[in-house]
Nanobody
């Protein structure tokens, strides 16, 4: 099993920035892809960004392209999501997740963090 712990959420004004961190522990050697998902009230959970540990595959949702950057620190088993030019519609609970394969579908991710709230005020 893989344990994931997110941090870095908070309240920020529109146009501001936040950096989310995800610490992975346990059987991380069995993971291939790390993803950041978000879920707003009344909406489905959606993939925001994903990256494989080697950094050779990266995915961004169209809604965050050019504003968000996903990265990893393999030595520390950390995954980051730098969020710039934040908009009120980015408000959601953000989850870190791990998968043993590459993919953008929610069902491919079998380890999840507890989530961290990001609130963007207008």
């Amino acid at each position: 099993q893989v344990q994931l712990v997110e941090s870095g959420g908070g309240l920020v004004q529109a146009g501001g920035s936040l950096k989310l961190s995800c610490a992975a522990s346990g059987r991380t050697f069995r993971t291939y892809t790390m993803g950041w998902f978000r879920q707003a009230p009344g909406k489905d959970r959606e993939l925001v960004a994903a990256i494989n540990w080697s950094g050779t595959l990266i995915y961004y949702a169209n809604s965050v392209k050019g504003r968000f950057t996903i990265s990893t620190d393999n030595a520390k088993n950390m995954v980051y999501l730098q969020m710039n030019s934040l908009k009120p519609e980015d408000t959601a609970v953000y989850y870190c997740a791990a998968s043993g394969r590459w993919g953008t579908e929610v069902w491919k991710y079998d380890s999840w963090g507890q989530g961290t709230q990001v609130t963007v005020s207008s």
